[in-house]
């Protein structure tokens, strides 16, 4: 009989000062996480700048809402699949998402990750399939009517990768790398942007099914686009 032990550590500190911030840290290790959290207030973080949370097992489902202003998302995930929604909604909030960060048990081959944010000048960054390619990611970033002023950067390395990015809004700014494993049926980014400005960046990589439906509205754009073989 096989017997697997799973770890899981949870602390948080809650502030009842009128910050009203409570600090979640994580750190998971075993076969499987799913972990749902709602956090209401400003300045809530799930790990931090310099402690991030983590979880290491065959399969993590994230599932984080926060709501208020200046909260923090720092989570690092090794495993052979991630599936994750984050809704943000709020003003100046920090998401920094990385998948497969080298541990052992990493590999991030299944990724379905889905962000959604309402609100302005917030910081969103993803990198998915750091070490080891992404065999199969979907990925939705979605900022809703009236996100404004926030930066979006977006690295996912895998040989299939299905990359969406809609923000409706005003001074948005996007980043995106998709590099490696191109064929069969690799690289593909679809983008749509709606709102004022945008400046966005997009740099895919070969060898060959570099593919890129983009739909952009809105004045004063500046994109660059960048595919090689």
């Known amino acids: 009989m096989k017997k697997i032990t799973s770890y899981i550590m949870f602390v948080m500190f809650m502030v009842t000062t009128p910050l009203f911030a409570n600090d979640i840290y994580v750190t998971q290790s ?15 973080t799930i790990g931090n700048s310099t402690t991030a949370s983590a979880s290491t097992g065959a ?42 960060s080298g541990n052992s048990n990493s590999s991030c081959g299944t990724v379905n990750a889905v962000v959604n944010f309402t609100g302005n000048s917030n910081d969103i960054d993803l990198d998915i399939g750091e070490t080891a390619a992404a065999t199969g990611a979907d990925v939705d970033i979605v900022g809703n009517s009236g996100s404004d002023s926030n930066v979006v950067a977006a690295t996912v390395d895998g040989t299939s990768v299905i990359l969406t990015i ?26 749509a942007h709606t709102g004022g400005i945008a400046d966005v960046d997009i740099t895919q990589s070969g060898v060959n099914d570099n593919m890129i ?17």
């Open 59 to 100: 399969t993590t489902s994230l599932n984080i809402d926060q709501v208020g202003n200046s909260n923090v998302i720092k989570y690092q995930i090794n495993g052979a699949t991630y599936t994750g929604v984050i809704n943000l909604a709020g003003n100046s909030n920090d998401v920094d998402l990385n998948c497969d």
């Open 213 to 229: 439906n983009l739909t952009t509205s809105g004045d004063n754009h500046n994109i660059d686009i960048i595919q090689r073989d």
């Open 30 to 44: 075993g076969a499987s996480l799913t972990l749902d959290v709602l956090q209401d207030g400003e300045n809530n």
């Open 166 to 191: 809609t923000v409706s809004g005003d001074t948005n700014n996007y980043l995106l790398d998709i590099d490696g494993n191109g064929d069969v049926n690799g690289h593909t980014l679809i983008h």
